[in-house]
């Protein structure tokens, strides 16, 4: 569910030169669409209801990127839903596969990040995506 760290490590792995082949793996998800992590123990009942929304909008800022809406309005919109729902955002952000903003991006690989504040609790996820 970190996608940040993934590309990091494929980084250095290349830069160092390590004989070694990092393969990534889905990120596991609750029933709910929650990606499961140990920080989700922090998690009130309620808090856990709504940690929910953090899929639920990475779903809604994919889809709005395949539809051709602008990058900026699809991550304005979706820090005003997370807030609505009682999230601090750090950020919610469309970018390109190597992490480069998505309107400089020349290929069609595209992933979705999040990470929030839900109380006390940090929580991050992404969602890899194409555009036809």
């Excluded at 779903?59 to 051709?68: D, L, V």
């Excluded at 991550?75 to 400089?104: C, H, M, P, W």
Aim: proline share 4%.
């Amino acid at each position: 569910k970190d996608y940040q760290q993934l590309q990091v490590i494929r980084y250095m792995a290349e830069e160092l030169s390590f004989p070694i082949e990092i393969i990534p793996a889905p990120t596991l998800r609750e029933a709910s669409g929650l990606a499961m992590s140990s920080r989700n123990q922090y998690l009130s009942e309620q808090e856990r209801e709504a940690a929910t929304a953090i899929y639920r909008t990475l779903c809604s800022m994919r889809e709005a990127c395949i539809a051709g809406k602008p990058t900026a309005r699809i991550e304005q919109d979706a820090e005003a839903e997370l807030q609505v729902l009682g999230f601090t955002v750090d950020y919610a952000e469309i970018r390109s596969a190597s992490l480069a903003r998505a309107d400089k991006a020349t290929d069609s690989k595209r992933v979705a990040l999040i990470a929030v504040f839900l109380g006390r609790t940090r929580l991050i996820d992404n969602l890899e995506f194409e555009i036809p």
